[in-house]
């Protein structure tokens, strides 16, 4: 099945214009095309490196429930974001 995706992601790739029509860029999925669509690459970044810098101070059990619990938000959070997105852009759904 992987091997599928694959080879159709390379016949049919998904490409973003940005900068007024000035820059092409391909997106590895409909949220990556999102992200760059929309200019939120630096926002990613930052929530990467917070998120990184909460997984590497668990110490206990506690702190790694509130942390699964933190990212299971956001997670059904951008879910939802993409249901909405879906209704109106059907490519989104």
């Known amino acids: 099945m992987t091997a599928v995706k694959n080879k159709r992601a390379k016949k049919n790739p998904l490409y973003v214009v940005t900068n007024d029509g000035k820059d092409v860029e391909q997106a590895e ?6 992200i760059k669509r929309f200019g939120l690459e630096p926002l990613m970044e930052l929530f990467k490196s917070v998120l990184s810098m909460l997984s590497s101070q668990v110490g206990n059990y506690g702190f790694f429930l509130f942390l699964q619990e933190f990212v299971d938000e956001i997670v059904d959070s951008l879910e939802d974001i993409k249901a909405k997105i879906g209704a109106i852009v059907p490519i989104f759904s």
Do not use: R
């Open 29 to 34: 999925g409909m949220f990556d095309a999102v």
